[in-house]
Nanobody, 125 residues
């Protein structure tokens, strides 16, 4: 059973930074991908970033390129999302996701079978 636990959300001013963490317990897969998605009230869940566990290849949404960085710690089975230059439009609940192998479209939330409970990020103007 795979469990994902996010942490690190909070309230920050425009231009500030936050780092989200997602600890994965027991992925029984030799290869998998982990991603971050976010969902604001009244909006659909949207892709933020993803990283292939083996090799470390990354994908980013255009809206966060140059501001957010996804990384992993293999020893801790943890993925991080460093968020800099935060904007009010980044306000959302952020979710960590995991899927075995490498889906064709890493930005498609339907491709992920395992999800964390979410952590709230609020950016004040």
């Amino acid at each position: 059973q795979v469990q994902l636990v996010e942490s690190g959300g909070g309230l920050v001013q425009t231009g500030g930074s936050l780092r989200l963490s997602c600890a994965a317990s027991g992925p029984p897969f030799s290869s998998y991908i982990m991603g971050w998605f976010r969902q604001a009230p009244g909006k659909e869940r949207e892709f933020v970033a993803a990283i292939m566990w083996s090799g470390g290849r990354t994908n980013y949404a255009d809206s966060v390129k140059g501001r957010f960085t996804i990384s992993r710690d293999n020893a801790k089975n943890t993925v991080y999302l460093q968020m800099n230059s935060l904007k009010p439009e980044d306000t959302a609940a952020y979710y960590c996701a995991l899927e075995r192998g490498y889906p064709t479209d890493a930005s498609d939330y339907a491709a992920y079978g395992y999800w964390g409970q979410g952590t709230q990020v609020t950016v004040s103007s």
